[in-house]
């Protein structure tokens, strides 16, 4: 179903190809057009929004390159299968158990999914603004960067970049190029850092020019930005991740109880 827009007095100055694929979007995200469903025809979508075919075909064309419907000309359009996915950050903030993978890359596969994480580079850096701030580090420290992105099905799907003090992460497997089994979760339990705490700040951004290549994005859609703080004893900040990924394929379950 698609709702009417509200009268706020606010021009939508979008062009309307733009703005019909913002409502069909709405509804898939929603799950009004579930997977597999078809999306109302060329004539209906005309009718409605008062729009020629070829504005139609835009709007349709951006969804399908967004990988969120499939269809071709003259056949109906529909829901592509399992293209959303809820990420639920609670069940793999915890250290991995002892031999088994980073838990991020078993709770995917619960899914029935193949996922895979790539590590594209370690760095000694200067951190953002907004990582040395919570990480407590001076305009003249360095940190520890581990920059890798995650994949689904062979599709990049997240950017990660942890940040850790210098302190902390010198002479450690953290600083060297190479995969940590379980995860830096595990390793930083080993090394007398147990993850205590974690608390995100998620926002919305235009994806920046690394961002968009790196994830393969169709257009200058939003990305989700989670900037997690990890905390361990004494509430001392051990690890700065930025996680970026697609705004129009996820989204974020958190729980909280009343206690």
Known sequence: MIVPPMDTGTEDRRSLHERIAADLRDDIMSGNLAPGSALPSTAQLKTKFNASNATVQKALQLLKDERLVVGRAGASVTVRAHRQRTMRPASYMAPAEPG??????????????????????????????????????????TVFLRHQVLSIDGEPVELVKSYYPSA???????????????????????????????VDRVSARVPTQEQYQALRL??????????????????????ATVMVKAGHLYELQYEFTSD
């Open 218 to 239: 169709p257009s200058d859609l939003p990305v989700l930005r989670t900037l997690r703080v990890v905390y361990s004893d004494d509430d001392r900040p051990i690890e």
């Open 100 to 141: 088994q993978p980073f838990r991020w890359l078993t709770e995917a596969g619960k899914l029935g999914s193949e996922a895979r994480s790539t590590l594209l580079s370690v760095s000694e850096v200067q951190p953002p603004a907004d990582v040395a701030a919570v990480l407590g580090i001076a305009d003249d420290e």
């Open 168 to 198: 902390l992460a010198r002479g450690t497997a953290i600083a060297e190029k190479r995969k940590i089994r379980g995860g830096t979760p595990a390793l930083l339990a080993e090394l007398g850092f147990p993850p205590r705490l974690s």
